[in-house]
């Protein structure tokens, strides 16, 4: 047994790390709630100027129109099934390549506060991951075996 599989198996069942497990579910649909809706109906993301390279960037994603509200979308629709026990692997996983991708859009764009906010994010999904390392391993042995 690897030190994963050990780690997981002295937290997995426990009740402090089950209801950590709820929380950090909960959280991450909260994080995607505002900014998911606002994509979803069309709305602007931020008010920031065509000056600022942020404010470029999200009115670029904006003007896409359907991108843009498929972005939301998907956002709403990961955060929704993580907090459906059947479903909240597959909630997991959805979520990590869009919280992945905003994590590295906000490093390389240099803003400010939110790397950290969207760092704990991808850390607080890499833990829902892990909680349920059995299926990760699992999907990861199809995908890296030879």
Known sequence: ???LESL???IYGKKLFILFTWVTRILLFLGFLPSGLKKLLGEPFTILGLDS???FFFEALFRTGFYWNFLGLMQLIAGLLLLIPR???LGAILYFPIILNIFII???M???????VAGLMLIANLYLLFWDYKKTKQIASIIFEP
Request: positive net charge.
């Open 53 to 55: 390279p942020v404010g």
């Open 110 to 116: 240099n803003f400010k506060g939110t790397p950290f």
């Open 87 to 89: 479903t909240a692997y």
């Open 1 to 3: 047994m690897n030190a």
């Open 8 to 10: 997981h198996q002295k």
């Open 106 to 108: 906000v490093v390389a």
